[in-house]
């Protein structure tokens, strides 16, 4: 008894040194100052739509802009972050991805939500500390169940889900390849023209490293009471508890293109 006890606990121990230790690509991330200064120029920065959301981690942020990198200009996802990865584009798998990216139409990004973000916490947090994986909690709660907890909101929601390294572009190439459990819904959540926000949340996990959970969501129908109404132009956004107080502006653009036609403008 006391072997089989000493022995998992000194596998555990050796997980966690591994994903502390800074160079073992498979848990810990390191800052990819290629990306930073590729979403720091004026061409790709309207890409970074969660740059100001403070509950947000660095790695977290990263995850989201290059979900709208590969949505907006996926030929510049190929050159900027595949080619500049260590995946072997000699694999099916990644090659195929090449070649439908060669000929994507570019769509809108992706915003940020903060309840779809406490949704995301809250089963990242509980994977994290109970080892599951998986889209049921350990209380028995579907993503639906969490989802809906912090948004009230009859509109579409789906879940991605990921567990073992930290790294931003892995966690979206996991996704791109279609790994995980249900990977083509995953990949079809991040380039869905019909998804319009998302929450993420990247935590510890104590079996596989770390893992991440993003939450995602259809634009809900904003009822209009009347044309007076509407002349005011600030339309308050369904998720009532972001602490920025999102508005709207349907006289806003971002970038090269416009976010009036997803869901009135862009943020304030």
């Given at each position: 008894?006391?072997?089989?006890?000493?022995?998992?606990?000194?596998?555990?121990?050796?997980?966690?040194?591994l994903?502390?230790?800074?160079?073992?690509?498979?848990?810990a991330s390191d800052p990819?100052?290629?990306?930073k200064?590729?979403?720091?120029?004026p061409?790709?920065?309207?890409?970074?739509?969660?740059?100001?959301?403070?509950y947000l981690?660095d790695?977290?942020?990263?995850?989201?802009?290059?979900?709208n990198?590969?949505r907006?200009?996926?030929?510049?996802f190929?050159?900027?972050v595949?080619l500049?990865?260590?995946?072997?584009t000699?694999?099916?798998?990644?090659?195929?991805l090449?070649?439908e990216?060669?000929?994507?139409?570019?769509?809108?990004?992706l915003?940020?939500?903060?309840?779809?973000?406490?949704a995301?916490?809250v089963?990242?947090?509980?994977?994290?500390?109970?080892?599951?994986?998986g889209?049921y909690?350990?209380?028995?709660?579907?993503?639906q169940?969490r989802?809906?907890?912090?948004?009230?909101?009859?509109?579409?929601i789906?879940?991605?889900y990921f567990?073992?390294?930290?790294?931003?572009?892995?966690?979206?190439m996991s996704?791109?390849?279609?790994k995980g459990?249900?990977?083509?819904?995953?990949?079809?959540?991040i380039l869905?023209e019909n998804i319009?926000?998302l929450g993420?949340?990247?935590?510890?996990?104590?079996?596989?490293?770390?893992?991440a959970?993003v939450?995602?969501?259809?634009?809900p129908?904003i009822?209009?009471?009347?044309?007076?109404?509407?002349?005011?132009?600030?339309?308050?956004?369904?998720?009532?508890?972001?602490?920025?107080?999102?508005?709207?502006s349907?006289?806003?653009k971002?970038?090269?293109?416009?976010l009036?036609?997803?869901?009135?403008?862009?943020?304030k």
């Amino acid at each position: 008894m006391f072997k089989i006890g000493f022995s998992k606990l000194f596998g555990f121990a050796l997980a966690c040194l591994l994903c502390m230790y800074p160079w073992k690509k498979g848990c810990a991330s390191d800052p990819n100052t290629t990306l930073k200064t590729l979403f720091s120029s004026p061409k790709f920065s309207s890409l970074n739509t969660a740059a100001k959301e403070f509950y947000l981690s660095d790695d977290e942020k990263q995850v989201v802009a290059l979900f709208n990198l590969a949505r907006y200009d996926s030929r510049t996802f190929i050159n900027e972050v595949i080619l500049n990865s260590s995946y072997d584009t000699s694999t099916a798998e990644v090659s195929d991805l090449i070649k439908e990216f060669k000929t994507r139409k570019s769509i809108f990004p992706l915003m940020p939500a903060f309840s779809l973000y406490k949704a995301a916490m809250v089963h990242a947090k509980d994977m994290g500390e109970s080892g599951l994986t998986g889209h049921y909690g350990s209380d028995g709660k579907t993503y639906q169940d969490r989802i809906h907890q912090f948004l009230n909101s009859n509109t579409a929601i789906a879940e991605n889900y990921f567990v073992g390294s930290a790294d931003p572009v892995d966690v979206v190439m996991s996704f791109l390849l279609q790994k995980g459990e249900n990977g083509a819904e995953y990949k079809r959540n991040i380039l869905d023209e019909n998804i319009h926000y998302l929450g993420i949340s990247i935590k510890p996990h104590r079996l596989k490293c770390s893992n991440a959970v993003v939450d995602f969501a259809r634009k809900p129908i904003i009822p209009v009471a009347s044309a007076e109404l509407r002349k005011k132009n600030a339309v308050e956004v369904y998720w009532k508890d972001c602490p920025t107080g999102t508005k709207v502006s349907t006289r806003r653009k971002s970038g090269g293109f416009s976010l009036s036609n997803i869901f009135g403008g862009k943020r304030k």
